[in-house]
DNA sequence: TATGAATGAGGGTTCATTCAT
DNA sequence: CATGAATGAACCCTCATTCAT
């Protein structure tokens, strides 16, 4: 691949990147070959279909969450480790709008496209949670589902930027439920 | 008003209602024409605009929402009838993926629908929650915006008819979360 | 014909005529309905077709202008009575968009709207021309299309109600480059 | 800009310019674009909307206008000047049917239109009169309002080329009035 | 390979006319 | 016969994708 073809492509994910999470999955691709300072051609040719462009991004978010998953699980108990996640995620939704789109199912399966980026996003949630239930630390019939949309449910509506303090009372609370 | 045009305009609302279910509020109108059996302009005589119609299918629910929490707020303590209320919206917004999105605050603001209808939505969720939080039933921080965040995320987010058990699990569990 | 119809016809008629001379001939039939206090069902019925219900209007107003047209031929010297009459036809559409509309070709042929309802609007016009020019009172190279285009030229653009006073100035105007 | 683009571009013009004369200004867009040879996207990605492409049209105009203006004041005594511009402004109405409905104010602000686009349009028309009226060679109670009536007036409305002749007898009708 | 112009289906809304009530 | 609800073509505009330059 020739050297301005690496670079463009990395211009439209960075500038892709910021006008999903700023506008949202509906933002046009012109806007964001816009934003890249490149042709809308050269975004279809690097990714075929808005999704593709969409996926792309995402798969680079789950590969962060992914690690991050994997970092507590390693460096704190069960329970512990699987608060912090539900914190973390409910973060990074926060600040970005199309995550939190995606997460709350509106016209992108996430989980589909970590698995078809090689990465078991399902699997690591599923482990912190039944490790965090095995130890005693959470509600032994919580299911995975139910931890997605309690994160979904800790994002204030449709706001740009929410309250960081009302997000942390949020995940308190949800946390205080989940809890054996 | 004549009869054919009650008639109608019910097979418009309950297409609506569906069709707002089934494929969210990007659902063209021509769409729901179709699904009510009726032409385009049918529903536009009857719903000048989408975000009527769509208005229009909120407002009915709003209604026997806000008479179903006076009849709570009269008829039992106020933690129970705070908690009691969370159910019932959960229930509600579980029924009708239109309420949900609209309670998600997803392009249409159903306060101010509720207000311009004459209903006081916004007044006796607040009322519920204070007197709750008055009589140490809720914790003191939390506020209406937090409630209906967390009703939202009490609904997983797919499918049209959310399984009832995992709905009582996660009421229970938001629940636990919101008490003192 | 039922006593009631006729009284609907009338309305109907009486309706159209306020509403084509205050809002143009692009005005809904559906306002007109509106306006007589009638279905726009019986306006159909009376009128197969917006057009039609124009002609029927225009018709009247043709009356009025021949009968005038035939009185200022009558009681005046050629040259007053055409100068007369070029006047009148300016103060006529400047109070009703629709005429002017009409006389600037927008949309109807008015001069075969009065052919076919019995009227020679185009023959008493051109009499009072040849009349004036053959007593040497206008250019003898003027044309009827000319004179219709003048008035036209006289009614300031589309302002609801024109001054009157710049009226009469045009009038004025146009009546002394009109003279031998 | 791209030598398709610039060419698609022309062609828009020249078809809208065609197609508004042919059928004023309620010709649709998608029949712009038929004539164009274009897709109805091509046309409303030159001209976002519809006013924008007739305020293309008349933007060109109203420049070669302002220009002769400016020459013609340069060039000759006021009261030449003016008349010739009377003279001038008739041949361009009567060859753009466009240009002439907007002078008639039906449903576009030319001046408007001509401000945005830096040009004094209306300025240039007021010094021409007012040196004319100045000089004596025009009636002292005339407005710019007035002229452009008369303008419109001297255009036969139905045809898209008028005869050359009778429009020569109408500016000389009109001049005739307008001298002091 | 990059570009950005071209495409045309699809969106919501309006309205003259028709027809069941 | 009056009514007004129903119709659906037509309007302008947007945008993901394709393709000539």
Known sequence: MRA?????QRKVLDAAMTAFATDGLSVPVAEIARRAGVGT????????????????????????????????????????AFFAFLSYMVDQAAENRGLAQALAGAGFDIEAAAESGGHDLAGVEAGLLTRAQSAGAV?????????????????????????PIARRRMVEIVSAGLRA
């Not at 969450?65 to 329970?79: C, D, F, M, Q, W």
């Not at 919580?142 to 309250?163: F, H, M, S």
């Open 41 to 80: 051609g050269t975004v279809s040719r690097h990714f075929p279909t808005k999704e593709s462009l969409y996926a792309a991004i995402v798969s680079t978010r789950v590969e962060e969450i992914v690690a991050k998953a994997g970092e507590l699980a390693a460096t704190r108990p069960p329970g512990e």
């Open 139 to 163: 509600r032994p019939d919580v299911t995975n589902a139910d931890v997605k949309a309690l994160i979904v449910g800790c994002i204030a509506r449709e706001q740009p930027a929410t309250d």
């Open 4 to 8: 301005d073809g690496v670079r463009n």
